[in-house]
């Protein structure tokens, strides 16, 4: 079972970056594909941006230019640069290993305790 640990939040002006990081355990990093969701106070989980195993990315309209996912397999890591932050980007996010079936991708690791975010002047 892999285990993920997210890192990197933190309290941060309209305008401002964060770099978050997601320390992933297990071998199998490499063929998965990797994804953030962030939550925020009473809404539902959401897919921020998800990389492949090949380095395709794919990102919510929201944060699109932005923000940028990237992998480091020989690390194990995933990461978020956010940049131009805005105060709707709070929320606290969370990393995840995908599985695809067909041509549809699901959340295939069990949620960290994930990392806040807090946009605010």
């Known amino acids: 079972q892999v285990q993920l640990v997210e890192s990197g939040g933190g309290v941060v002006q309209p305008g401002g970056s964060l770099r978050l990081s997601c320390a992933a355990s297990?071998?199998?990093?490499?063929?998965?594909?990797m994804a953030w969701y962030r939550q925020a106070p009473g809404n539902q989980r959401e897919l921020v941006a998800r990389i492949g195993s090949g380095g395709a990315t794919y990102y919510a309209d929201s944060v699109k230019g932005r923000f940028t996912i990237s992998r480091d397999n020989a690390e194990n890591t995933v990461y978020l640069q956010m940049n131009s932050l805005k105060p709707e980007d709070t929320a606290v996010y969370y990393c995840a290993k995908l599985g695809k079936l067909r041509s549809t991708y699901y959340v295939d690791s069990p949620w960290g305790q994930g990392t806040q975010v807090t946009v605010s002047s």
């Open positions: 297990g071998n199998i990093f490499s063929i998965n594909a």
